[in-house]
């Protein structure tokens, strides 16, 4: 599933590199805030630092827009890291103030982040020039679902997308089928431990086939976002075995808590229901190429 994220995530930054191209080319050069807001989320998602926008404490605070002192760590965000701006932006870092003292000696590290467009370049020791490339190496080396899932959110909490959906029918399907290939289908009832553990991931399926999201993190397309209607098809009748398999356990609850008493025709039904699932997912991931078998087991 970690592929299918990284993938996610890379139409994410395209299409935000091309919002803002476009932007640029329509003589709107209102994005630079929008970035630094956005690169404060993105190195606390990876755990880099938790930068203070610097610009907010002085306007056009000199060389460098966010920090973080702490771990003397500074940023210079541009949509462009032209060689030209790298330049003027490592002269403005080195500069030496009236009391001799520059940003270099208060900062070990100074990043210089183009989120559209960075040259390479021969800078200072203390000094790189990165791209959101340099994000998704970090995110793949690591393979942590849950930062690559922090970054994604932190990026689509910038951009309004509207009904222009970036992501790939078959990497969401496939985020959703490693979703539907966990313990709440996979396992009988027979085997069964809490019940309320299987309904909550049931109920986490259906989220996410119909709002594409868990806990209202966005996680893949929602069904309706979805192109394909052999994948449309499939995901309809997993939604509707979900909320069957949902309406036997809550007519089995025993009096108002959470307890219930499931009979064995039942527990029966729930199984069929169960292994219908898991077959219709894994005869639509051989569909797609998608390397999935999902096997029921007691």
Not at 112 to 133: L, M
Not at 268 to 285: F, H, Q, V, W, Y
């Amino acid at each position: 599933m970690i592929d299918a994220l990284i993938r996610n995530l890379h139409a994410d930054i395209t299409l935000l590199q091309n919002y803002i191209g476009l932007r640029q080319k329509a003589k709107f050069f209102d994005m630079e805030r929008m970035l630094e807001g956005l690169t404060i989320h993105m190195f606390r998602a990876l755990k880099m630092g938790e930068l203070v926008n610097q610009n907010q404490i002085a306007v056009n605070f000199p060389a460098i827009d966010l920090s973080d002192d702490n771990i003397s760590v500074a940023v210079q965000v541009t949509s462009n890291a032209s060689l030209g701006k790298i330049k003027k932006t490592i002269e403005a870092f080195e500069k030496k103030n009236d009391s001799g003292v520059s940003l270099k000696d208060k900062y070990k590290t100074l990043y210089i982040f183009g989120f559209c467009k960075s040259v390479k370049s021969k800078v200072p020791s203390y000094c790189k020039v990165i791209d959101p490339n340099y994000f998704i190496s970090e995110l793949v080396d690591r393979a942590d679902e849950e930062e690559i899932q922090n970054v994604q959110d932190a990026i689509r909490r910038h951009v309004d997308y509207s009904s222009l959906h970036p992501w790939n029918d078959k990497d969401s399907l496939e985020i959703i089928l490693n979703w539907i290939n966990r313990n709440a289908i996979k396992h009988k009832m027979c085997c069964e431990g809490n019940i309320s553990d299987m309904t909550k991931g049931l109920r986490e399926i259906s989220e996410l086939i119909g709002k594409g999201s868990v806990d209202r993190k966005a996680r893949a397309k929602s069904i309706s976002d979805f192109s394909d209607p052999t994948m449309t098809k499939f995901l309809r009748l997993v939604m509707d075995r979900v909320s069957d398999i949902l309406v036997i356990v809550n007519k089995s609850k025993v009096g108002q808590g959470e307890a219930v008493c499931i009979d064995w025709d039942g527990m029966n039904e729930i199984d069929r229901l169960k292994k219908l699932i898991a077959e219709d997912s894994t005869d639509i991931a051989k569909l797609h190429g998608i390397d999935i078998v999902i096997d029921p087991r007691g």
